[in-house]
């Protein structure tokens, strides 16, 4: 009898614990996923509860339906979870525009197929300019840089200007250079017109191209909206949930900002300024600014130029150009000065940097004003081609290179025509990764693709998508699949100052995920190329989800 009351009363007690400890109301859980954090201290989970678009508690599947309650519980049976991709470096703005108003040039072996493009995209966009954008002479036979005879036969009377896939030099046709006038005939520093026999052959490089490219009409708001929203769409679906743009105008990101306001645009947006005086004026003076999904943080510069128009700035000449080392864009006096307003603004300065010689100056520009090890985050953009004296300096200086892995793959089948041994020290990135502990990672779009696994990809096999080179090119620079899965999300955060807020799956962080149909952390490397996104999520809200047609 005594045992039976005994028991009883346990019971009672029992009970009365369960409803005492009512579980806590949360939006949605995700339950029976395989859950990759990017979260050190728990690296892998089943499940989690998300309340308000914040990640409320992380673990396993039994933990987090003990613990919680939601009308919604999303059953993964399965599938693959990471946090939200970041890019570290793209042309967000640039996408939509070459969306919305640019021919797609990328991948055309000759003029030929370059005006049959031309021909194709004018029939639905009969704007005042024809603008192309992603011609590569190194896909032509001859592998030389066009001249623009074709373009004047069958475009004599509208303006065509085609930027090359690296942005760094441009195609224009006769018309173009007509109107430019007299700005194109004197010598432009930073830039060059290319000539043949002293007449211009329609290829313009670096800051030569700025006396055309004014002339091309900006966007109206309206289009700048619809350009944003075409980027917007195409980053969402490569399970994209936030972009650093590498350098907007206070005018566009006044338009990114309200068109978050209104939650028309949901990805979330960094932005490095355009050094120009306006945009400086409007956002120094506030010190870094932060808007819900929002941030400005950091000046853009160019040092130099680009490697496949052999604008990269080089210590010795090109190895198949030997009176050329490259073009200098921006005078040391220049960068130093804005240097100097940005460690007052507590700002980031972000060079473009490629060759060595332009990252031996940037380094040592950086390093009169950071002096010794500091949390600035001033960024080197590609860090390329290094010397190999120079590489410590990163470490030294805590100064982030911020590397596209599909650079090295892209650039691989000329990059030792260029560099000769030099190369054996470009697209260093383990050795960058070892300078820091850590290694923002990016794509460059739009001149390399927009999704994030290809990143993964060229960073963990050194190949290229047809798996060329065998064994990876220069293998002993891959990066690791968690330091690639972290390079994407948590380091690239970090590269922007919102690692507190994105970056990996943890408690109290923005709830911004993927789910993939692959496990990448495992998967052949045939398996990552197909791997699928199939919903982006930010901030607890699925913002795309593939069709189940797709
Ligand atoms: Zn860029």
């Known amino acids: 009898m005594h045992f039976v009351n005994r028991t009883l009363s346990l019971f009672i007690i029992f009970m009365s614990l369960l409803s005492c400890s009512e579980k806590e109301p949360v939006d949605f859980i995700v339950v029976n996923a395989r859950v990759y954090t990017s979260n050190n201290s728990l690296p892998i989970a089943e499940s989690f509860a998300v309340k308000d678009g914040v990640f409320q508690k992380v673990g396993t599947t039994e933990e987090i339906k003990k613990l919680y309650s939601a009308q919604r519980i999303i059953d993964l049976k399965g599938q693959y979870v990471y946090p939200g991709f970041m890019d570290a470096h793209c042309h967000f703005k640039g996408l939509g525009e070459m969306l919305d108003r640019w ?5 055309c072996r000759n003029m030929v197929e370059i005006i049959g493009r031309l021909k194709e995209f004018r029939k639905n966009h009969p704007a005042e300019w024809l603008l192309g954008r992603g011609w590569d002479q190194n896909l ?108 907007l105008d206070a005018k566009t990101i006044h338009q990114i900002e309200k068109l978050q306001h209104e939650g028309k645009l949901k990805i979330r947006v960094s932005a490095m300024l355009d050094p120009n005086e306006e945009t400086l004026n409007e956002f120094l003076p506030k010190g870094k600014y932060f808007n819900k999904r929002l941030a400005v943080t950091a000046i853009k510069l160019y040092a130099d130029g680009a490697l496949g128009s ?72 590609h860090a390329q081609v290094l010397a190999p004296d120079d590489i410590h300096k990163f470490g030294r200086f805590n ?62 096999f050194r190949t290229n998508v047809q798996g060329n080179p065998p064994g990876g090119f220069q293998f002993e620079n891959a990066l690791s699949r968690e330091q690639s899965l972290l390079g994407m999300t948590l380091w690239a955060a970090k590269a922007s100052f919102w690692e507190k807020e994105i970056g990996s799956i943890s408690a109290g962080k923005k709830a911004d995920f993927v789910v993939l149909d692959t496990d990448i952390m495992h998967a052949t490397a045939y398996q990552i190329l197909n791997a699928k996104v199939l919903e982006t999520w930010i901030e607890g809200e699925c913002v795309s989800k593939i069709s189940s047609n797709d």
């Open 103 to 107: 021919a797609d040039l990328r991948g």
């Open 140 to 247: 032509f036979s001859d592998k030389q840089f066009p001249d623009n005879a074709l373009l004047n036969k069958f475009f004599p009377e509208v303006p065509v200007y085609l930027m090359r896939i690296d942005g760094h030099a441009a195609l224009v046709n006769n018309e173009a250079l007509r109107r430019a006038g007299q700005a194109i005939s004197k010598p432009i520093p930073g830039g060059e017109v290319i000539r043949v026999k002293g007449i211009p052959t329609g290829v313009l490089v670096d800051k030569a191209m700025e006396p055309v490219r004014n002339l091309i009409p900006a966007m109206s708001n309206q289009e700048l909206e619809s350009a944003l929203l075409s980027a917007q769409q195409a980053c969402l679906s490569k399970g994209l949930t936030a972009v650093c743009d590498a350098g």
């Open 310 to 381: 052999r604008g990269a700035l080089l210590l010795k000449p090109y190895s198949d150009d030997p009176e050329n080392k490259g073009i200098l864009v921006t005078q040391p006096e220049r960068i130093r000065d804005l240097c100097k307003q940005a460690l007052a603004a507590g700002y980031q300065v972000c060079t473009h940097a490629i060759g060595d010689s332009a990252n031996r100056l940037i380094l040592d520009i950086y390093a009169e004003f950071l002096k010794d090890s500091n949390d600035m985050r001033w960024r080197i953009e």
């Open 399 to 460: 100064i982030i290179p911020s590397v596209q892995p599909t650079h090295a793959t892209s650039d691989m089948p000329w990059a030792p025509l260029r560099l000769g041994h030099r190369v054996t020290h470009a697209y260093a990135y383990r050795e960058l990764l070892e300078q820091n502990g850590w290694l923002p990672l990016g794509t460059d779009f739009p001149i390399e693709e927009i999704n994030p696994l290809l990143t993964f990809y060229a960073a963990v």
